[in-house]
């Protein structure tokens, strides 16, 4: 295949190109990235998940019950947990543990944490790590009673252990000496060190595999899974039920996810909801007298993040330590309310204008996201319009076939890919769609990554109509989980984090970015190999290929305008061994890599010709 690239005529690359979705699905936010490690810590209910004692388990001859005492902690945790002796009278002490989200990773880092305390307990209250397997004690602390009869008091503490655990099987326990009776306890609390230090923050090792995505912006909270009574002391935060099937405790509310933004350097794309519920069409509806609230609510938020602190709810922004008001650019309308007929036809007839004339009215600067995916409920036009957020959940073989969607896009609009990922395999060569009643890959595959990386292809030759992309769902919890495939899998233990074939993708593409597409002279049709150059100055190119279905390999000979002689280039190549190789665990819960990278230097010729040959299911960036 000879090219010839010229180094100018293209288009300005968006600066969004890459970027993230977060929704807390597959336990990827309670349980996952939000660092707490007490599972259950508020006893928190609602009417699809009531309060549960579970996972506590009483230490000693301890009897638990579940309590909404005349005093509560607040009114949005008004359940507690009551630790009373049993009634076999012993010495010993009494109390509870909790074995945290499916274990806990004790490291020699400082924890911290605390608990709220009801009764006239006088002594101390030990608080430990432990193992549940033996008798190991990795750290223990004494905390004397702050305890008063009929008041709710916080104790804090830090727990340090010396050592490693040496296995995650651990558990986290508060004893009490059972002489003066029962004591409530609510919002048990312990953290890890948190990515950036941030208080009620997020998981190091987490975050950090996101960082390595070079991401432009998060699309959060969701997704379906979208929130609200997010802000202000985790005392004040009800919880509520999730859409997948656990409740979340919004302990990663809304400021967690903007402080998220600031520490990754990424821009916040709100999502709020638009009055749609996930469900087959008429009950799951709003009407427009019922969605009216929900316009406010929505106005109160963007007040609550955007405005000055004259007003009330910049005013509150204030007084949780947040004088200034964040950058937020972006906000979209709803997720996927194209999705049943009443949703579309509700979407454009009400629900998405309602939004859009009053946010515009307050916000004129903010750019509008439609759910839609169509061009179909969007006002305006050029620069003013709105964008439209388009998903595709496909095979490898459907979704390379949608290679030139973006081709034949209206420039009128941009669009935002806000979910993309490969789910299901090949249908010997039928350009199905995905059967939702047939199982989905347990993890991304290669032949899948190869496929996202030929459709992230197209959408940078398109960059004048795709605003940016993000592959979804962005994590998973190998122990619960109720979507598959996602970009990076995990469990409570630090050094089990997987970074799937989807992810090495991204992370070659999303970190060889480049100011402005630039045209492509060619002997050869796209396919199978499928590429998209780009500059970032004079002499700087970076070229990105992906080969998908060749039957031999690929000699590429390639002249870039301006480029001489001599002159250097690094060719960056990723393969795996086989089409459906996964990054998953192996059998002793070690993160296995599929995906191999190979890096060559290259020298132009005597024309300013590089040269190099790839093989089929190769994905490849080469710069200049
Ligand atoms: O990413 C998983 C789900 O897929 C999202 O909640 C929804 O937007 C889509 O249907």
New binding site residues.
């Given amino acids: 295949i000879n090219l010839k690239v010229s180094s100018t005529g293209g288009n300005a690359s968006s600066p969004l190109m890459y970027g993230l979705?977060f929704?807390d699905?597959n336990h990827s936010g309670d349980g996952g990235i939000y660092a707490e490690l007490i599972n259950n810590r508020a006893f928190q209910g609602s009417r699809a998940f009531p309060s549960t004692l579970e996972p506590w388990v009483p230490v000693g001859n301890a009897v638990f019950a579940l309590q909404n005492t005349s005093i509560p902690l607040s009114s949005a945790l008004p359940t507690s947990i009551n630790v009373a002796p049993g009634p076999l009278s012993s010495h010993a002490k009494i109390g509870l543990l909790n074995p945290g989200w499916w274990g806990i990773d004790v490291k020699p880092q400082k924890y911290t944490g605390s608990f709220w305390a009801l009764g006239s307990y006088k002594g101390d209250f030990t608080v430990k790590l432990q193992s549940n397997l033996t008798d190991d004690v990795f750290a223990s602390v004494e905390i004397p009673s702050s305890c008063q009869p009929g008041k709710w008091v916080e104790h804090k503490f830090e727990l340090e252990p010396n050592l490693a655990a040496s296995n995650i099987n651990n558990t986290f326990v508060i004893e009490f000496e059972p002489g003066s009776g029962a004591v409530n306890f609510n919002l048990i609390s312990l953290f890890p060190p948190t990515y950036k230090n941030r208080p009620n923050g997020n998981r190091p090792e987490l975050m950090e595999a996101l960082k390595a995505l070079n991401p432009s912006f998060i699309r959060m909270p969701?997704?379906?899974?979208m929130s609200n009574e997010t802000i202000g002391p985790l005392t004040q935060r009800p919880g509520r039920p999730g859409?997948w099937g656990y409740g979340n405790t919004d302990g990663l509310g809304l400021v967690e996810y903007l402080n998220w933004c600031t520490d990754l350097e990424v821009e916040p794309l709100l999502a709020v909801w638009a009055g749609m519920y996930l469900g087959s069409d008429a009950d799951h509806i709003l009407s427009a007298e019922a969605l009216a609230p929900w316009v406010d609510d929505t106005l109160n938020e963007l007040e609550f993040i955007l405005g000055p602190v004259s007003t009330p709810y910049g005013a509150l922004r204030a007084s949780l330590g947040y004088p200034e008001p964040w950058a937020l650019k972006y906000v979209e309308i709803g997720?996927?309310d194209n999705?049943y007929t009443n949703g579309s036809s509700t979407y454009a007839a009400y629900r998405f204008s309602m939004f859009y004339d009053a946010i515009t009215a307050a916000y004129p600067n903010l750019k509008i996201i439609s759910s839609t995916g169509d061009y179909t409920a969007v006002g305006g036009s050029g620069e003013t319009a709105t964008w439209t957020d388009f998903?595709t959940?496909s095979r490898p073989d459907t979704l390379v076939s949608m290679f030139d969607k973006f081709d034949h896009a209206s420039r009128e609009y941009k669009t935002l890919i806000g979910?993309y990922a490969i789910v299901q395999e090949n249908l010997d060569g039928q350009l199905a769609g995905v059967n939702w009643d047939l199982p989905k890959f347990p993890q991304p595959v290669w032949i899948g990554a190869v496929s996202e990386a030929i459709w992230s292809i197209g959408a940078e030759r398109n960059s004048d109509a795709v605003v940016g992309m993000s592959y979804?769902?962005g994590f998973q919890n190998l122990n619960s989980y109720n979507?598959s495939p996602d970009l990076i899998s995990f469990t409570a233990d630090v050094s089990q984090t997987v970074l799937s074939t989807s992810w090495h993708v991204i992370n070659l593409f999303s970190n060889s970015r480049y100011t402005s597409t630039v045209p492509i002279t060619s002997d050869s049709p796209l396919g199978p190999a499928y590429w998209v150059a780009g500059t970032s100055g004079e002499g700087k190119y970076t070229f990105k290929i992906a080969i998908y279905n060749a039957t031999s390999s690929v000699p590429f000979n390639i002249t870039f305008e301006g480029v001489a002689k001599g002159a250097s280039g690094r060719l960056t190549v990723l393969s795996a061994p086989e089409g459906l190789s996964a990054n998953m665990l192996d059998g002793e819960g070690v993160p296995t890599e599929v995906v191999a990278k190979r890096e060559v230097e290259l020298v132009a010729g005597s024309a300013g010709e590089f040269g190099f040959e790839l093989e089929n299911w190769e994905v490849a960036v080469f710069t200049t």
Avoid: F, K, V
Wanted: charge should be negative; aromatic fraction near 12%.
């Fill in positions: 979705m929704e699905i969701g997704g379906n899974n859409t997720n996927e999705l998903h959940y979910e979804a769902p979507w």
